[in-house]
């Protein structure tokens, strides 16, 4: 295959599933560069160590990551060691919680032993961003805000939102996008990928770039935010929509094998490894009816659950998820409740006759009584907030069937 060929290949894999570029031309001649005399460019993406564990949402820039990695890329993965203790809003309506310097350190440590799962270890640089923001003067800090006004500040979304609603907004919020934007300075980038919801903070890199003369400004690729398993929200530890990277094989299958028909491609567009080609078939098989959509969702928790544990670990959370749908374990006579989304799930168990009460249902559930389609469900304030069928069982002998409207 030509030089030419591989670049235009690699390009269309690089475009996959993204929602916007800054600098196409950019990104193209590096990875033409890259297949002509073999130089490599530099990708960067932050992440904020705000918890120990990543969800697979962190791992479509992963994904991404990646990508890049195949086609020349030296990934610069950026742990907001400094940021995380200032707290960024983008996309929210009120300032995040900020974390001690202890808290990210722990978080960050966690971050670094998921991340390979993906990423290629010897192309990829951990860093953290303490290393030289913390040694900015306060002239420097003055010199930074110099290349920013307030006006261009107010241009962000929520900035703007929480302003015409006398949502507080603190100085040091203005000061998160300038920051992590001297990351892009500090480690020379090429190349930046974050969030769609990222994307001011991504071009104030670009911007910082150009004013510290650089030589360079960085291009920018935005990534679409997944949707969590209600289908409707980004996924989200907060909102208890998230498959984690940690989970045991089981559980992660489980809970793949949950979400709708329609958001299964999504996620075999953002995660699965899977070429463009491939998942188009699919669904050309799907839609002709050779074959079942419950085997294409079964062939995606396969190979997401292997990515992240082994393959017979795979195979034994589907031999499982199989055993318990099967009825060999539920009963013939299992009872239906239809209910609307947003329902409770003490209040389910409850109007099921499982429990007397809603505080005997918490007790139930904070010692692990219940399940929702073989996963071990421990939060007490669980909503069915995705339309669908659920298999629920409290103990060992009561099952129902949940239809959510």
């Known amino acids: 295959?030509?030089?030419?060929?591989?670049?235009?290949?690699?390009?269309?894999?690089i475009c996959r599933g993204s929602v916007e570029f800054i600098g196409m031309e950019y990104i193209?001649?590096?990875v033409k560069k890259f297949y002509e005399s073999g130089e490599r460019f530099i990708v960067k993406a932050g992440f904020d160590p705000t918890a120990p564990d990543l969800h697979l949402g962190h791992f479509?820039?992963?994904?991404?990551?990646?990508?890049?990695?195949?086609?020349?890329?030296?990934?610069?993965?950026?742990?907001?060691?400094?940021?995380?203790?200032?707290?960024?809003?983008?996309?929210?309506?009120?300032?995040?919680?900020?974390l001690s310097f202890e808290e990210v350190m722990q978080n960050a440590k966690t971050y670094e032993e998921q991340v390979f799962k993906v990423l290629n270890k010897d192309k990829t640089d951990i860093?953290?961003?303490?290393?030289w923001l913390s040694k900015l003067s306060s002239a420097d800090i003055m010199r930074l805000t110099s290349h920013y006004s307030v006006a261009r500040m107010m241009e962000r979304d929520d900035f703007e939102k929480r302003f015409k609603s006398n949502t507080p907004i603190s100085i040091v919020e203005f000061m998160?996008?300038?920051?992590?934007?001297?990351?892009?300075?500090?480690?020379?980038?090429?190349?930046?990928l974050g969030g769609n919801d990222q994307k001011f903070n991504l071009l104030v890199g670009r911007a910082l770039q150009r004013a510290y003369g650089c030589g360079k400004e960085q291009s920018v690729m935005t990534m679409p935010l997944l949707e969590g398993l209600d289908g409707v929200n980004k996924m989200s530890k907060s909102l208890g929509n998230y498959i984690g990277v940690t989970e045991e094989p089981n559980s992660m299958y489980a809970k793949i094998m949950s979400i709708s028909d329609t958001l299964m491609w999504r996620y075999y567009e953002l995660l699965s490894q899977k070429s463009l080609k491939e998942i188009e078939?699919?669904?050309?098989?799907?839609?002709?009816?050779?074959?079942?959509?419950?085997?294409a969702k079964e062939n995606l928790a396969l190979e997401i659950t292997q990515r992240f544990h082994n393959a017979t670990l795979a195979q034994n959370a589907k031999d499982s998820f199989d055993s318990i749908f099967s009825k060999k374990e539920i009963p013939d006579d299992i009872q239906s409740l239809s209910i609307n989304r947003g329902?409770?799930?003490c209040k389910v168990?409850?109007?099921?006759?499982?429990?007397?009460?809603?505080?005997q249902a918490r007790r139930d559930i904070v010692a692990g009584a219940l399940s929702i389609d073989s996963v071990k469900m421990s939060d007490e304030n669980f909503k069915f907030n995705q339309s669908g069928e659920f298999i629920i069982k409290l103990g060992k002998r009561k099952f129902a069937k949940i239809i959510v409207i």
């Open 349 to 359: 168990l409850q109007d099921l006759g499982f429990v007397p009460s809603s505080s």
């Open 127 to 131: 860093c953290f961003n303490g290393d």
């Open 176 to 192: 998160y996008p300038l920051l992590q934007g001297y990351d892009s300075v500090a480690l020379n980038c090429d190349i930046e």
């Open 281 to 295: 078939n699919l669904k050309g098989m799907v839609e002709s009816g050779s074959l079942h959509p419950k085997s």
């Open 1 to 13: 295959m030509s030089e030419c060929a591989k670049t235009q290949e690699a390009m269309a894999e």
């Open 60 to 98: 479509v820039l992963m994904q991404k990551l990646a990508t890049f990695q195949k086609h020349g890329g030296i990934v610069k993965f950026t742990i907001g060691s400094f940021t995380a203790t200032i707290g960024d809003p983008s996309g929210k309506s009120e300032t995040r919680k900020t």
């Open 343 to 345: 329902e409770w799930i």
């Open 28 to 30: 193209e001649s590096l």
